[in-house]
């Protein structure tokens, strides 16, 4: 059966420090990858999705960046972070097909505070 | 990209019927209305999607206008485990702040 990994389930950062959250997809092969936002009281939002090694689109301009280095994996990235950073990312797959059809499925999520 | 409606909240009786509203008016021909679930912290749930036809699976029933303009996710039997937060959307690229469901003893 697939599997999603997130980690760190949760993570405080000062204003201007790096970001990595990673995410992991097991038992499926040329996944769709997605990372999600969700700031408190607000929905959840698609920040940038990949349909392939090394294949990002961004949905959303910020100063977060998305890579995909290998075919189940999908990292979240940041040089500075930023105060408005802070929320709740979700990654979640697909299966290979068109990119917004088929349902999703979620990562536990990684819980951001940056103070 | 279809923009979609719900009630923030809504509460049902345990064992009753949790009817839960959507509107999409912009949602394309051809786009799969789809509806899931987040439990608090953790990543939404994949409940049921549905084209034209009325859908059903283990999980709930999806009623979908002839127009296609809303729809209404059903639970025919909620459960105190049922209480959640409950997303329609169109595109999946956005999912509004969904309706919060509380199921009540």
């Known amino acids: 059966s697939q599997t999603i990994h997130q980690w760190p389930a949760t993570l405080v950062q000062p204003v201007g420090s790096p970001l990595s959250l990673e995410c992991t997809v097991e038992?499926?092969?040329?996944?769709?990858l997605y990372w999600y936002r969700q700031a408190a009281g607000r929905g959840l939002q698609l920040l940038f999705y990949?349909?392939?090694?090394?294949?990002i689109s961004s949905e959303v301009p910020q100063n977060l960046s998305a890579s995909r280095p290998q075919d189940r994996q999908f990292i979240l990235s940041s040089k500075k972070l930023l105060l408005s950073d802070s929320g709740f990312y979700l990654c979640?797959?697909?299966?290979?097909?068109?990119?917004?059809?088929?349902?999703?499925?979620f990562g536990e999520g990684s819980r951001l505070t940056v103070l | 990209d279809a923009k979609t409606t719900q009630p923030p909240s809504m509460d049902c009786a345990e064992g009753r019927a949790a009817n839960l509203p959507c509107n999409h008016s912009?949602?394309?021909?051809?786009?799969?209305v789809y509806w899931y679930r987040q439990i608090h912290s953790q990543g939404p749930q994949y409940i049921i999607h549905?084209?034209?036809n009325n859908e059903t699976n283990e999980m709930a029933s999806l009623i979908i206008t002839e127009d296609r303009k809303s729809s209404t996710l059903i639970l025919p039997h909620a459960t105190l485990r049922d209480t959640a937060v409950y997303y329609c959307?169109?595109?999946?690229?956005?999912f509004g702040t969904g309706t919060s469901l509380t199921v009540i003893p």
């Open positions: 979640a797959w697909r299966g290979r097909g068109l990119v917004n059809t088929g349902e999703l499925f």
């Open positions: 038992g499926t092969s040329n996944p769709n």
């Open positions: 990949s349909v392939g090694i090394g294949q």
């Open positions: 912009t949602i394309s021909g051809n786009e799969y």
């Open positions: 549905g084209l034209k």
């Open positions: 959307t169109g595109n999946q690229f956005y």
